[in-house]
């Protein structure tokens, strides 16, 4: 028995296990601990073999367990006898789940006393479970702002950036290349890869197409020829220069082998191994291997359908402050920062049609006997307004809107 607790501890609180449910949980457990002992001494008797070593430790040891849910299972059921509190009859039921679980852990069966643990945990008020809520809100609040703060992104341009990761270890081996494709791709990402004279250079800054460090001949070319980097003739064509910058493939390309650089080789040489291990067929001549291999495959057409560039809180901001000045100057729009224009008073007066004013001692014109005042031929403003015509045309017609004047 567990002499420590008798007498200790508070009487049932609101939640608590009753101690009429601490009860059938021992007992419950006892019942699974003895089926699991009895299973691993049926073990024994079943084996064939003369070595029952290991299976007689474990029958031991199940019965052991057995014996420790059941001495709590009578404990629990004489509870009110010994008079013990209710905090102690429910350390007994969880101690017996607990040699329960071990039991059935021992046998090697599927510990299934495990959930007899639910029946013993104390059910929470609403204010409780409300004071829960809040607490894992907050928690989740400050750990979304350390994400934030550390990567710059919101959680599903993280999420995004994840499985672009993910996918970047399967293409990436496949493109076969080294880190020095990699730097062509970079420098053509800045805009100063240019190619004159069959030298290919990066200019030392942008505009300026005259000197600057050269660039590989060769790997250029394999990305040229696949089409990871496009061409763009500078304008005016008077000394050749044609400037180089990565297609829409070579991006996502250039992006992918950025997350997983361990994709790429060290070497051209091993690069080019590895291209040629993937091309060689049977049937296949040796230079027919040799020149496929030196060309660079495409990216696979599904890495551009998965790859989707994450966008970070700073480009959220800055595209939605444009998409406002662009709803304000395309919609007429709310422009945040700018006040909409007010007429002012004195016009709004003057716009408004002035009502003829008829002497107060003078007849009313609607009166019998009298006579409406002549008015001045209607003013035509004209309108253009769509019309259908019988045969389905549409045409254009005028509106007159009449405006009537009063002669003073």
Same mark, same amino acid.
């Given at each position: 028995m567990?002499?420590?607790d008798?007498g200790i501890?508070p009487?049932? *609180?609101?939640g608590?296990?009753t101690?009429?449910?601490?009860i ?5 457990a006892?019942?699974?601990?003895v @089926? ?7 073990a024994?008797?079943?084996?064939r073999s003369?070595?029952t070593?290991?299976l007689e430790?474990?029958?031991h040891a199940a019965?052991?367990? $057995?014996c420790?849910a059941?001495q709590?299972a ?8 010994d008079?013990?509190t209710?905090?102690v009859l429910?350390r007994y039921?969880a101690r017996a789940?607990d040699a $329960? ?5 021992t046998?090697g069966?599927?510990?299934t006393?495990a959930?007899? %643990?639910?029946a013993l945990?104390?059910r ?6 409300a004071?829960?809520?809040?607490a894992?809100?907050?928690?989740e ?9 550390a990567?710059g ?7 995004r950036a ?5 996918? +970047? ?5 496949q493109l @076969? ?15 100063r890869?240019?190619r004159r004279?069959?030298q290919v ?5 942008p505009g ?8 590989s001949r060769?790997?250029? *070319? +394999?990305?040229?020829?696949a %089409?990871?980097?496009a061409?763009?003739p ?6 050749g220069?044609?400037?180089?910058i990565?297609s829409p493939m070579g991006?996502v390309?250039?992006?992918l082998a950025r997350?997983?650089?361990?994709g790429?080789?060290e070497t051209?040489?091993?690069?080019y ?6 091309v060689?067929r049977?049937?296949?001549?040796r230079?027919d ?6 060309r /660079?495959?495409l990216?696979?057409s ?5 790859y989707?560039?994450?966008?970070t /809180?700073?480009?959220?901001e800055?595209r939605?402050?444009r998409e406002?000045?662009n709803q304000w100057?395309d919609?007429?729009?709310y422009?945040f920062?700018?006040?909409m224009p007010h007429? $002012? ?9 002035a009502?003829p004013?008829w002497?107060?001692? @003078?007849?009313h014109?609607?009166s019998p006997?009298?006579?409406r005042?002549? *008015?001045?031929?209607?003013l035509a403003?004209?309108h253009r307004c769509r019309?259908s015509?019988?045969q389905g ?9 009449v405006?009537s004047r009063t002669r003073r």
């Open positions: 567990i002499e420590n008798v501890g009487a049932t *609180q609101p608590e296990p101690p009429q449910t601490c059938r949980v021992a007992r419950q006892a019942e699974l601990a @089926g699991a002992a009895d299973e691993a001494m049926n024994v008797i079943r084996c003369g070595n070593t290991r430790d474990v029958m019965h052991k367990e $057995a420790e059941e709590y009578n404990w629990a059921e004489q509870w009110e006898a008079g013990v209710p905090y429910a039921a789940v $329960a679980v071990r039991a059935q852990t046998a069966l599927e510990a006393a959930a007899l %643990r639910t945990q104390r929470l008020t609403p204010e409780e479970h004071e829960r809520e809040s894992r809100r907050r928690e609040a400050r750990r979304e702002a350390e994400e934030r703060a990567t992104m919101d959680c599903d341009n993280r999420r994840s499985m672009n990761a993910y996918f +970047a270890e399967d293409f990436v081996p @076969g290349w080294s880190a020095g494709h990699v730097r062509v791709l970079e420098a053509a990402e800045t805009g890869l240019y004279d069959g250079r990066r200019a030392p800054q300026a197409w005259s000197g600057g460090r050269r660039v060769e790997r250029t *070319q +394999a990305l040229l020829a %089409r990871f980097l061409a763009v500078r304008r005016p064509r008077r000394d220069t044609v400037v180089l990565p991006q390309a250039l992006e997350l997983y650089p361990a790429l080789y051209d040489r091993a690069a191994e590895a291209r040629y291990a993937r060689a049977r049937g296949r001549s230079e291997t040799k020149a496929a291999a030196r /660079l495959p990216l696979d599904s890495a551009l359908r998965l989707r560039r994450p966008v /809180l700073v480009e959220q800055e939605a402050k406002a000045e100057e919609e007429g729009g422009c920062g700018v006040e007429p $002012a008073a004195e016009a709004r007066g003057e716009s408004a049609p009502k004013q002497d107060a001692a @003078g007849p014109p609607s006997g009298t006579s005042p002549r *008015q001045d031929p209607p403003t004209p019309a015509s019988g045309i549409d045409s254009t017609v005028r509106v007159r809107t405006v």
